[in-house]
Structures are given as C-alpha cells and as structure tokens.
C-alpha cells in the first residue's frame, strides 16, 4: 500500500500537452477535489483551503481572460511563446483554482497571537497539501495537470466573474486535461544531498 503510494507520487508530473477528452467524468474530477479538500491537513485544522472548479466554456474564459491580460504586458515580439503556452491550458478540459480564506488565517491570528507570524506560512503549507493531493489524484485518474501562478495578475478578474470573495487570496491555478503529449525526463539531484541521517 506504501508503494503504491509513494508510486502516484512519483508518477506526478507537470503535463502541459493536454486535451478535452478526459478519461473519466466532471463528476468524478469534482469528487477527487472535495474528497481532497476534505482529507487535507491544515494547521489548528483551521481548514483554510478553498476552491474553485471550471469546466467547458467557465475553463476556457479563465484562459482567454488571461492571454488578454497578458498581450497587455509582455512585448509583442516576445507574446508567441506565451499565447502559445496559455493556448496549452486552454486546450485542457478543466482548471481548479486555489486559494486560501484569509478571514481564517487573520482569525487564527487574533485568537492566537503567540503563533501570529506563522499562520500566513502554515496556511500556504495548507493550500499546497492540498494542492500535491488533487494534482496526484488526478494523474492517478489518468489526467495530465500543472500548477500555474498568474495570481496576482487574474485576481481581480477571477474574483468579478466568478464571484470569490475578497478574503479568499487566489493561489494557484491547475489546468488539467486528458494527456496528449508525455512531459520530459526530470533530473534529479541526489538523493543524499536533500536527505541527511543520524542515528
């Protein structure tokens, strides 16, 4: 059981040539994500995590919205290669959204000043917890995914459209789609070098 869970881990990769023929249902990639948000720890467990789930033409608006924002900002000679890469989330079935509820973390705060420096940091442990706990289910669904981060440049447009409320901070966000093309090898450092031991 260990194995094979250590397993998806391993099997976990940023997949960017994605499409919208998905091998399993919205319904069963909206129970991957609440069972997820569920399961995840959270400091205090002050369950923090929130999220927001696109499917079809709501997936393809976040995307389109984001080439608009950014033909604003990046050169023009230099917008190929981002169109091109924003066309690859696009192309993708779905996106989840995370964020975190800052009225949680400012309430913790207050009734905790002791540990009011480390609740911004364990919040963000949170959402990525929950973040690895989606991305690894999904892959085990047999959907390719990646974590992007055009917060805080979306963030408003996010919060307009899809009415997230202003306490919830927009921390990532997860296209993810049937997998159409095999990421990359991935180097590594040695293990040894990341891992010390004493006995």
Not at 72 to 82: D, L, M, Q, W
Request: charged share 25%; no cysteine.
């Amino acid at each position: 059981m260990t194995d094979t869970f250590l397993k998806v881990l391993e099997n976990r990769r940023s997949v960017y040539s994605i499409g919208k023929e998905p091998s399993v249902s919205e319904e069963e990639i909206l129970s991957i994500v609440r069972r997820a948000v569920i399961a995840s720890p959270s400091a205090f467990n002050s369950q923090s995590s929130r999220a927001i789930v696109l499917f079809g033409k709501e997936h393809d608006k976040l995307w389109d919205d984001t080439k608009a924002i950014l033909k604003g900002i990046v050169p023009a000679e230099n917008f190929s290669k981002t169109e091109e890469k924003i066309d690859s989330f696009r192309g993708g079935t779905g996106t989840v959204l995370y964020f975190e509820d800052q009225d949680v973390v400012t309430g913790l705060q207050e009734h905790f000043p002791l540990y009011k420096d480390n609740f911004p940091v364990w919040s963000l442990q949170s959402s990525g917890m929950l973040q690895l706990a989606v991305w690894s289910a999904l892959e085990e669904a047999g959907l390719g995914a990646s974590l992007q981060h055009y917060n805080p440049l979306i963030d408003e447009k996010v919060r307009q459209h899809w009415s997230a409320p202003k306490n919830w901070k927009l921390l990532g966000q997860m296209p993810f789609g049937s997998v159409t093309g095999n990421p990359g090898p991935k180097e590594n450092l040695p293990v040894d070098e990341r891992v010390k031991v004493f006995r």
